[in-house]
T-cell receptor
């Protein structure tokens, strides 16, 4: 079985631009969560989706949005990029709702805002 | 008070020794606890989950949970250089979010 796949792996954007990150969960996993990880820190919770509905949101501004599609894949959108949005964005899938059985992470998207 | 806290590290242990990693959490009603390992430049990988008070062993790893003290730990026996990584403690809180600690960097010296 394929693991969690994320695309793109690396991205360089200019301040003020918009970006879309994509994630496909493990087959059979209906829960997808997004995390932001800045170098030297633990992952920070952004969003969780289960069965195509938003089930949780972290302390991120409205510039961050996400959705989950009928096939359980997900997109994370960030508008009006700031330098501080530079980070590793991790997608995690789990079989159980809200990550209760632990996450499997994708390899991440490294976003650099210049 | 941060929701999940870990030893600041870095932690260095000689090869073959026991590495002890500690984590405290603030949400008293949390029920699910996880340890992830993250190698430099890679994404986190789940190594242990624990849900009940006491010890849970898996190979060289033992997770310990004390809900009364709001404390969870990870012991790595017979530490190997390949165990050198950052260890992340994660807690599923009562409001259904999985919150990660800042991580503890472990270095196993040959």
């Amino acid at each position: 079985d394929a693991g969690v796949t994320q695309s793109p792996t690396h991205l360089i954007k200019t301040r003020g631009q918009q970006v879309t990150l994509r994630c496909s969960p493990i087959s059979g996993h209906k829960s997808v969560s997004w995390y932001q990880q800045v170098l030297g820190q633990g992952p920070q919770f952004i969003f969780q989706y289960y069965e195509k509905e938003e089930r949780g949101r972290g302390n991120f501004p409205d510039r961050f949005s996400a959705r989950q599609f009928p096939n359980y894949s997900s997109e994370l959108n960030v508008n009006a990029l700031l330098l501080g949005d530079s980070a590793l964005y991790l997608c995690a899938s789990s079989r159980r709702e809200m990550g209760g059985d632990g996450y499997t992470f994708g390899s991440g998207t490294r976003l650099t805002v210049v | 008070q941060k929701e999940v806290e870990q030893n600041s590290g870095p932690l260095s242990v000689p090869e073959g020794a026991i590495a002890s990693l500690n984590c405290t959490y603030s949400d008293r009603v949390s029920q699910s606890f996880f340890w992830y390992r993250q190698y430099s430049g890679k994404s986190p990988e789940l190594i242990m989950s624990i849900y009940s008070n006491g010890d849970k062993e898996d190979g060289r790893f033992t997770a310990q949970l004390n809900k009364a003290s709001q404390y969870v730990s990870l012991l790595i026996r017979d530490s190997q250089p390949s165990d050198s990584a950052t260890y992340l403690c994660a807690v599923k809180t009562s409001y259904d979010k999985v919150i990660f600690g800042p991580g503890t960097s472990l270095s196993v010296i040959p």
